[in-house]
């Protein structure tokens, strides 16, 4: 089993950055396709970045692209979340999440998921 574990979730103000880091302890995550979801209350679980496991190819929703950005350092040892400018709707628990076949937009694909990190954009 693997066991994911986001930090990095804050209150930020509008306009604001964080950075989101994901791991999972005792392991590397190379092999797996990466994804980070979010969910606020009230909606469901949306998809907002993935990363592939060579981490040559990223996707992003529309509402974060060209704000936030997925990564992996080096050793492939942590995913990060990079969210930059900020905005209120931003505002959600943020979960990591690993696939062992490959990165999607469809949480369905992911098989571990990490217990999340409450992101709060305040105006």
């Known amino acids: 089993q693997v066991v994911l574990v986001e930090s990095g979730g804050g209150l930020v103000q509008t306009g604001g950055s964080l950075r989101l880091s994901c791991a999972a302890s005792?392991?590397?995550?190379?092999?797996?396709?990466m994804g980070w979801f979010r969910q606020a209350p009230g909606k469901e679980r949306e998809f907002v970045a993935a990363?592939?496991?060579?981490?040559?190819?990223?996707g992003y929703s529309n509402s974060v692209k060209g704000r936030f950005t997925i990564s992996r350092n080096y050793a492939k040892t942590t995913v990060y979340l990079q969210m930059d400018s900020v905005r209120l709707d931003d505002t959600a628990v943020y979960y990591c999440?690993?696939?062992?076949?490959?990165?999607?937009?469809?949480?369905?694909?992911?098989?571990?998921w990490g217990q999340g990190t409450m992101v709060t954009v305040s105006a």
């Open positions: 005792g392991r590397t995550l190379s092999n797996y396709g």
């Open positions: 990363i592939s496991r060579p981490g040559l190819s990223t």
């Open positions: 999440a690993a696939s062992e076949r490959s990165y999607s937009t469809n949480g369905n694909q992911y098989d571990y």
